[in-house]
């Protein structure tokens, strides 16, 4: 399933809510829509999601039009330009095909006539879409790691699998920092960024892929990091666009970008999930964790994000204080336990020390191999996200459904690090 992203101009007709009703009945993908009323929020938008489609709707003003046009041109040059016109709407002096043909001067260059239909609307994403998926190989792929309660290690995951996926691709591996008000990444690889997210924040007019490189802070494993601003109150200015822009940009420029979390589902985070293609929800094996837990993937149900995208970490995995064991786990939680990191003394020496654990590790450590069987996982993601979601899909959770409770007494899976 593809996640491309559409920008709607409406006239405040409706067109918003046929395009959402439509969407929801497309097969084999999952638009991300933004809808804007107001010509400069049109062209912002378009600046800071570079959608692959606009959707112009057409009116009486066609001066107004011509300058949707050249705008969204210039803002997103790689966007297509579909003009929407009603029938009944059209100016006195217009029938469908002179509108059409005054359009397509104008630079408009494909048309959806209203009511909006779900065949229409997917075949025309289906034809102007297709090359930017064979484009998508090209693309870094985004890997979200997070988890709605803070100290579970999630940060720590993804310090280790971005410097172990950047000690085999030096310098094309991204680890941004979008724990916007406690990041802790730069620290767990002892480095002291001049430059964090505020700069590009500061510089997000004239922000482009080589700036964001410029931006990068480099660890000596080879990893570019965009460290989280020191202040956390500078934070409080970014929006979501912004960090979609970041990572839009960040896929273009690296073949890996890892991405850890703030420990919400806020606006923020939802933008970097519409433009990840996995995301890693990070637990504990302890009770009051995996109730929260639960709750956070009813979260990611409601805002659409597939379930064929989501991964289990299981983290610092333990039963010698009687902490449920994998399989437990995964009935109480309803999902297949992806993967699994045994607690280890070393890592959190690691975390505390600013060396990442992965790098000094032997390769008989269980975690070490944990971590580097992540980023082989990751290495070997399929090219386009409709292959991943055909893999992936076929996963059986029927017999996870089994036990709705969860037994902290039993020790079913042995043994810690």
Same mark, same amino acid.
């Given at each position: 399933?593809? =996640?491309?992203?559409?920008?709607?101009?409406?006239?405040?007709?409706?067109?918003?809510?046929?395009? +959402?009703?439509?969407?929801?009945?497309?097969?084999?993908?999952?638009?991300?829509?933004?809808?804007?009323?107001?010509?400069?929020?049109?062209?912002?938008?378009?600046?800071?999601?570079?959608?692959?489609?606009?959707?112009?709707?057409?009116?009486?003003?066609?001066?107004?039009? *011509?300058?949707?046009?050249?705008?969204? &041109?210039?803002?997103?040059?790689?966007? &297509?330009?579909?003009?929407?016109?009603?029938?009944?709407?059209?100016?006195?002096? #217009?029938?469908?095909?002179?509108?059409?043909?005054?359009?397509?001067?104008?630079?408009?260059?494909?048309?959806?006539?209203?009511?909006?239909?779900?065949?229409? $609307?997917?075949?025309?994403?289906?034809?102007?879409?297709?090359?930017?998926?064979?484009? +998508?190989?090209?693309?870094?792929?985004?890997?979200?790691?997070?988890?709605? *309660?803070?100290?579970?290690?999630?940060?720590?995951?993804? !310090?280790?699998?971005?410097?172990?996926?950047?000690?085999? #691709?030096?310098?094309?591996?991204?680890? &941004?920092?979008?724990?916007?008000?406690?990041?802790?990444?730069?620290?767990?690889?002892?480095?002291?960024?001049?430059?964090? $997210?505020?700069?590009?924040?500061?510089?997000?007019?004239?922000?482009?892929?080589?700036?964001?490189?410029?931006?990068?802070?480099? #660890?000596?494993?080879?990893? #570019?990091?965009?460290?989280?601003?020191?202040?956390?109150?500078?934070?409080?200015?970014?929006?979501?666009?912004?960090?979609?822009?970041?990572? $839009?940009?960040?896929?273009?420029?690296?073949?890996?970008? &890892?991405?850890?979390?703030?420990?919400?589902?806020?606006?923020?985070?939802?933008?970097?999930?519409?433009?990840?293609? +996995?995301?890693?929800?990070?637990?504990? =094996?302890?009770?009051?964790?995996?109730?929260?837990?639960?709750?956070?993937?009813?979260?990611?149900?409601?805002?659409?994000?597939?379930?064929?995208?989501? *991964?289990?970490?299981? =983290?610092?995995?333990?039963?010698?204080?009687?902490?449920?064991? !994998?399989?437990?786990?995964?009935?109480?939680?309803?999902?297949?336990?992806?993967?699994?990191?045994?607690?280890?003394?070393?890592?959190?020496?690691?975390?505390?020390?600013?060396?990442?654990?992965?790098?000094?590790?032997?390769?008989?450590?269980?975690?070490? *191999?944990?971590?580097?069987?992540?980023?082989?996982?990751?290495?070997?993601?399929?090219?386009?996200?409709?292959?991943?979601?055909?893999?992936?899909?076929?996963? =059986?959770?029927?017999?996870?459904?089994?036990?709705?409770?969860?037994?902290?007494?039993?020790?079913?899976?042995?043994?810690?690090?």
């Amino acid at each position: 399933m593809s =996640n491309p992203q559409v920008l709607i101009h409406c006239l405040g007709t409706g067109l918003e809510d046929e395009v +959402r009703a439509a969407v929801k009945s497309l097969s084999d993908m999952r638009p991300v829509l933004h809808v804007r009323e107001d010509l400069r929020g049109t062209i912002a938008d378009a600046r800071d999601y570079q959608p692959g489609v606009i959707l112009l709707e057409i009116g009486n003003d066609f001066e107004l039009l *011509k300058t949707l046009v050249d705008e969204s &041109i210039a803002a997103a040059p790689d966007a &297509i330009i579909v003009g929407v016109y009603s029938a009944d709407r059209l100016p006195d002096s #217009h029938n469908e095909s002179a509108t059409m043909m005054r359009a397509l001067r104008l630079g408009v260059e494909d048309f959806i006539r209203r009511p909006v239909a779900v065949t229409e $609307l997917q075949q025309i994403l289906q034809r102007h879409l297709a090359p930017r998926r064979r484009h +998508r190989a090209q693309t870094g792929r985004t890997i979200a790691f997070c988890s709605n *309660k803070g100290g579970v290690g999630k940060s720590t995951a993804a !310090v280790n699998v971005a410097t172990e996926l950047a000690s085999r #691709h030096p310098g094309r591996v991204a680890l &941004i920092d979008a724990s916007l008000q406690m990041g802790v990444c730069a620290a767990q690889l002892n480095l002291r960024p001049e430059i964090t $997210l505020t700069d590009a924040w500061q510089q997000r007019e004239r922000l482009d892929e080589r700036l964001l490189e410029e931006l990068m802070t480099h #660890h000596e494993s080879g990893l #570019h990091v965009l460290a989280a601003p020191t202040n956390a109150i500078e934070a409080t200015e970014f929006d979501d666009a912004f960090l979609s822009r970041v990572l $839009l940009l960040a896929r273009r420029a690296y073949d890996y970008v &890892i991405v850890d979390t703030f420990p919400l589902l806020d606006r923020s985070v939802m933008a970097i999930l519409d433009l990840s293609d +996995r995301a890693i929800v990070v637990v504990e =094996n302890v009770v009051p964790t995996l109730q929260t837990v639960r709750g956070y993937f009813d979260l990611l149900a409601e805002v659409e994000f597939p379930e064929a995208q989501q *991964k289990v970490l299981l =983290n610092r995995y333990t039963t010698r204080s009687g902490g449920p064991g !994998v399989s437990e786990v995964a009935r109480y939680l309803d999902r297949e336990i992806d993967y699994v990191l045994p607690f280890d003394r070393s890592i959190l020496l690691a975390a505390n020390t600013g060396k990442p654990f992965v790098s000094s590790a032997s390769r008989w450590n269980r975690s070490a *191999k944990a971590i580097r069987n992540m980023a082989d996982e990751i290495e070997t993601l399929a090219t386009s996200p409709e292959e991943a979601s055909a893999g992936e899909q076929g996963t =059986n959770h029927s017999q996870l459904r089994s036990s709705p409770r969860l037994s902290v007494a039993g020790n079913l899976e042995g043994g810690s690090a």
